[in-house]
């Protein structure tokens, strides 16, 4: 089976090259391990390997809501954010859609049967959203936003934010807002209050960034109790392994992990950042976990790989080119590595 990729993270094909795994830049994750609590839960969740998982999730449901600060019928969860992405399309069955560029890939994808319209994100506006965008929602079934956006990490405020649902709901269109980045972006606001205001909003969040387990894939869907029902429906039943259903309410019982994880991403954030700026390269947006920028340098991710470095080249994002990376934020040690290899690379 052959398949494009068109991710970060593929850390597998690094290893069929080289012989060994990278310090993996290329896949924004929380540099914290997840509490201790989550690797409690992943050794006992063994001992029900033999049932089925909760077929409604309600304990997850629960600590969901409250986390989120809403009702546990407005909570849907999922095998990962990918998942909800892939499905909402169907379910609303979209002839025309709304997404931006350069965006998650998955959007697009998703959107395969329909006819999907891009709104560029220049470069001379430092890839924020322009007040025309909302022009642009005319005629449209669906509109996929990303806030923080991936890859430039700009944050979208709440006063926007709201201006798009109510556009999309004159238009009788429905407003995806994914949020898998918002908890780790320090002067992040999510729109999950606004759902009690707006039944064309879903909001998608994930687990797999906030608390560092992609590999363990939850997510969840917020929105009004219609849309959550309708998700829910659609979805297979027991997608949500036991282990990912024991790991997420672990790490929901940790309160202030998210905090401190905050506090640590914005520390060493600053480090990267000076260092990429005194090597002239060219940051842009960057609120979240990861950093955005452009460097003369076309093949860095190749020269990194020597390094034993896998970063994230963005060349194949819609609306970009050779360039353009993007580095998640990791642990000191791990970011002290990447600058030494930038140094040797810029000085010859």
Partial sequence: MSKNYTHGGDIYSYYEKYGSYPVDFSSSLNPLNAPLEVTNAYVEAYKYS??????????????????????????????????????????????????????????????????????????????LLGNDFLDNIAFKDIVFLTNPDNPAGNLINMEYIEKTAEKCRKENCVLVLDECFIDLAENGESAVPLIKKYDNLIIIKAFTKTYSFAGIRLGYAVSCEKITNMIDNMLPEWRVSMTANMCGIAALNDKSFIHSSINY????????????????????????????????????????????????????????????????????????????????ILNG
């Fill in 50 to 127: 033999f049932a089925y998982p909760p077929h409604d999730y309600k304990e997850l449901r629960e600590k969901i809501a409250e986390k989120e600060n809403t009702g546990i019928e407005n909570i849907c969860v999922s095998n990962g954010a990918g998942e909800l992405i892939r499905h909402i399309p169907v379910i609303f069955k979209p002839k025309n859609a709304l997404i931006t560029a350069p965006a998650f890939s998955e959007y697009k994808k998703s959107l395969s049967e329909c006819n999907v319209y891009e709104y560029l994100l220049k470069e001379e506006n430092n890839f």
């Fill in 265 to 344: 991403i914005k520390k060493e954030k600053e480090y990267l950042i000076n260092n990429f700026k005194s090597f002239s390269f060219t940051i842009y947006g960057s609120e979240a976990n990861y950093i955005f920028f452009y460097a003369d340098i076309f093949d860095l991710k190749e020269r990194l790989e020597k390094y034993n470095i896998l970063i994230r080249d963005c060349s194949n994002y819609n609306g970009l080119e050779k360039g353009y990376y993007r580095t998640a934020v990791k642990k000191h040690d791990d970011n002290e590595k990447l600058i030494n290899a930038l140094k040797e």
